[in-house]
C-alpha cells in the first residue's frame, strides 16, 4: 500500500511502514510542508495514497468523504509523545495484515479504532 505521511507525524514514521513492505512518503520529503489541507488531500488522491495524520480536520466526511480518497488514517492517541505516536503507527502496520482501509477513514485511538466509510 501507498501512503503519503503527514508533516505533523515524526519521520520514523515513515520507515515503520517501509519496513513493512509499503511504499510511504512524507509531506515533508516532497517539500510539501505548511500547505493547505485540501490540497494535501487532493494530492493523495492524485498519487493515490493513503494520507497517515494526527490532523482531525481529515476526519470531516463532508469535506474528505472517505469514499473519494484511497483512505485516511487519523492517529488519535491521549500521548502525542514520539513514542505513543510511533506506537499508533506500528498498530496501523499490524491492521493491514487483516483489514483493508481502502476507500475508508480510520481513526486509531488508544483502546479502539473507529472506521467511516465502505466496508
Not at 495524520?53 to 492517529?75: H, K, Q, R
Not at 493491514?96 to 483502546?111: G, K, M
Request: glycine letters at 8%; proline letters at 5%; hydrophobic letters at 45%.
Amino acid at each position: 500500500m501507498d501512503f503519503k505521511v503527514d508533516e505533523n507525524l515524526p519521520a520514523e514514521a515513515c520507515g515503520i511502514l517501509r519496513a513493512a513492505g509499503h511504499d510511504a512518503v512524507s509531506v515533508l520529503d516532497q517539500k510539501l510542508g505548511g500547505r493547505p489541507d485540501a490540497e494535501v488531500a487532493t494530492i493523495c488522491k492524485t498519487e493515490g495514497r493513503v494520507l497517515v495524520t494526527l490532523d482531525t480536520d481529515f476526519g470531516n466526511i463532508l469535506a474528505y468523504p472517505p469514499e473519494a480518497f484511497p483512505g485516511i488514517v487519523i492517529l488519535r492517541g491521549a500521548d502525542q509523545a514520539k513514542p505513543a505516536v510511533l506506537g499508533l503507527v506500528r498498530r496501523l502496520v499490524s491492521m493491514l495484515n487483516t483489514a483493508s482501509l481502502e476507500h475508508q477513514l480510520w481513526i486509531i485511538e488508544d483502546d479502539r479504532i473507529r472506521v467511516r466509510g465502505r466496508e
